[in-house]
């Protein structure tokens, strides 16, 4: 079935370092690819989305490329703030199910 | 505009005991679903609803139970509470019954624990 498969955590870096968040997907049709960042105590949200290969979704500063050769999805930014401290999800949902797939969420430490 | 509200917040519960966790959006969305989340496990959608009148399963039904009488409620019911259902519980939604390409909308959270 399909599957989502991020990095684990915690990822710990000091304010303004350069954040990658490794992402890969299997899916037997073409799915959409989503980011979702829950902090602390709140529900999820969505931070970026790309829909077809190629396409790159951007939030924030935030970035991440559908590449449909190595079925992938890496999140990445280039300074990340305190702020950004928070547990990021990948998630796809394919074409022809009601169904959002969660990675295992990977947590953000940024230090100042 | 309130969005996606869950009820309640925390709750703890005795194996064996009943319970029906609340959510309920004002945005008319027709999808909605409930999710827990485990530490190591991400999110696993229990039920999902394209509609009212429409329920169906998702990766992780036993020992829940859902309904979806009117648009803007879906609770999610526990039979008789097991401490392996100690989790936080999500609802989400989105606008239409074929949430391919949308965003969720997230409550909350209910973060519930069975003794």
Redesign the interface.
Known sequence: GDSVTQMEGPVTLSEEAFLTINCTYTATGYPSLFWYVQYPGEGLQLLLKATKADDKGSNKGFEATYRKETTSFHLEKGSVQVSDSAVYFCALSTSGTYKYIFGTGTRLKVLA | NAG?TQTPKFQVLKTGQSMTLQCAQDMNHE?M?W?RQDP??????IH?S?GAGIT?Q??VPNGYNVSRSTTEDFPLRLLSAAPSQTSVY?C?SSPT?????E??F????TQLSVL
Do not use: C, H, Q
């Open positions: 996606v999808y679903s999710y190591g496990m991400g999110l696993r959608l999902y394209v169906d998702g990766e999500f989400a019954g074929y949430p391919t390409n965003k969720l997230f409550g909350s959270g």
